[in-house]
């Protein structure tokens, strides 16, 4: 059944048509806002959400049927909108809207005299969602209801904002049982103990740290960018690969300090980092987002391994099985095929994984990343730019000092402005050109062999300063 027939009961709904309602008070939320975890942040807002009406602010149409919530991330909370084709169309298409907590203000509620757009005419207390959340906003009867929604907003934005409470660090961090081996120093204690004998404290390692972990730049935002980084250290059944999830950490702060929006990276490490989320990403979040303003940024640290029988290379999630490659490892001429079917204007690559398997896994030098046997060179799409860590025959090094390995670390200096040119800019060239050495050096200490590869036009630009 049509939604309207005729002009009269297209004049019939003008009423609802009315959303430009004058603001007659705007209300700051002014009261501290206490820091609380996630689950509670979140289970305030998802209750916040249910007491009002979420509508388009303006002059609009009421041309939305209805709306709920999808999730409620950390940095983010994704909306399902249901919206009506237009004014006269009773066709309705659902539409998922991503809203970033640092994109709103929170602390604003604003009341109108008559109401705000289309089904919220009747509800004078509105909190904007901001601009950049499809210019909608959630609208009450009452002050009270919309306090309470702009308290929740704004305890969300603070735990983006400065992360994890202690609570929940701790709650994260490992709990083990007693190996055998914390067994056997338990006892040795005891027994020195009851003899008299004294044995010095052990002393815990420190962890890594490095120059590079907190990028010293920060430029414009670039909205319209995208980038996955996936970084898997220790593997369900396989070796672990070394500092591959600092990698990603550290690849992540650049990103973010280039402008990169963080609700437009996604970053995967540990159990994160599976294959079904790796494939989900690629192959349905990137296409969904990016569009011809997008510049796409790929980063992967961790294993690589070629098929024995075909030679085709593949990245090991975490669940990856070499045994399985067909089942278990993302293929990577399927990465390349997914990424250069983007709509992005550009889509850089950057590996720091190998796939020569040179020794086998069982005497696999230490902070080496391959698996099996050589592969052959993958074909990279004309409209890709990749950097691959080393060539098809080699194997990666690792900077223990640094706590990264080789090519990332020497990668991201040169993306910070090592390698840029007398007018400022770092060209993929300009990048190979200075990490290529310095990553050669590097592994010629460890007694091994190390170039890294460029793939595609070199003469793109990766960043200007």
């Known amino acids: ?58 002059f609009v149409a009421a041309t939305m049927r209805g709306w709920s919530v999808s999730e409620v991330r950390e940095d983010a909370v994704d909306l399902v909108i249901e919206k009506y084709l237009g004014l006269l169309s009773d066709q309705v298409v659902a539409t998922k809207v991503t809203c970033a907590y640092d994109d709103m203000d929170g602390a604003a509620i604003n009341q109108y005299k008559t109401g705000g757009a289309g089904r919220a005419a009747n509800l004078t207390y509105e909190v904007p969602l901001g601009h950049r959340c499809a210019d909608l906003a959630m609208f009450w009867q009452d002050k009270g209801p919309a306090e309470t929604f702009a308290k929740a907003l704004l305890a969300m934005k603070l735990r983006a904002a400065q ?40 002393r815990t390692a420190p962890a890594p740290s490095s120059d590079i972990d907190t990028p010293s730049h920060k430029l414009p935002e670039r909205p319209d960018d995208f980038a996955v980084v996936v970084g898997v250290s220790r593997y369900s059944d396989i070796p672990e690969a070394q500092y591959a999830d600092r990698d990603a950490e550290a690849v992540k702060k650049h990103l973010l300090s280039l402008g990169l929006p963080s609700r437009n990276v996604v970053h995967l490490t540990g159990e994160k980092a599976g294959y079904k989320a790796i494939e989900k990403f690629v192959e349905t979040w990137l296409p969904r987002n990016a569009d011809e303003r997008s510049r796409v940024f790929f980063y992967f640290s961790g294993h ?138 590097a592994a010629r200490v460890q007694n091994r062999e190390q170039a890294p590869v460029l793939q595609g036009r070199a003469d793109r630009e990766l960043v200007r300063y």
């Open 163 to 202: 992360g994890p409470t202690p609570e929940e660090e701790a709650a994260s961090r490992p709990q083990q049982g007693i190996s055998k081996e914390d067994l056997a120093s338990i006892v040795q204690a005891a027994v020195a103990g009851a003899t008299g004998a004294s044995k010095p404290e052990a």
């Open 304 to 441: 690589g391994a070629p098929d024995p029988q075909t030679g085709q290379a593949y990245l090991l999630p975490f669940d990856g099985d070499p045994s399985f490659l067909e089942n278990t490892g993302y293929p990577l001429k399927r990465l390349y095929e997914k990424l250069s079917s983007l709509k992005a204007t550009e889509v850089v690559v950057v590996l720091d994984a190998c796939f020569s398997g040179a020794g086998g896994r069982s005497v696999l030098a230490k902070g080496a990343r391959p698996l099996v046997m050589t592969t052959e060179n993958t074909a990279v799409p004309g409209n890709l730019t990749v950097f691959a860590a080393a060539s098809a025959d080699q194997v990666t090094s690792t900077l223990d000092d640094q706590g990264h390995g080789a090519f990332t670390y020497y990668f991201l200096k040169g993306l910070s402005g090592a390698a840029k040119d007398a007018s400022g800019r770092v060209t993929a060239q300009g990048l190979l050109d200075y990490l290529k050495p310095k990553v050669a050096d």
């Open 1 to 58: 059944m049509p939604r309207i027939h005729s002009l009269f009961l297209l004049t019939s709904l003008l009423p609802f048509l009315a959303g430009c309602a004058t603001v007659v008070a705007r209300h700051q939320v002014t009261e501290e806002v206490p820091r609380v975890s996630f689950k509670t942040a979140k289970k305030d807002l998802l209750a916040a959400f249910k007491t009002g009406l979420l509508e388009k602010r303006g």
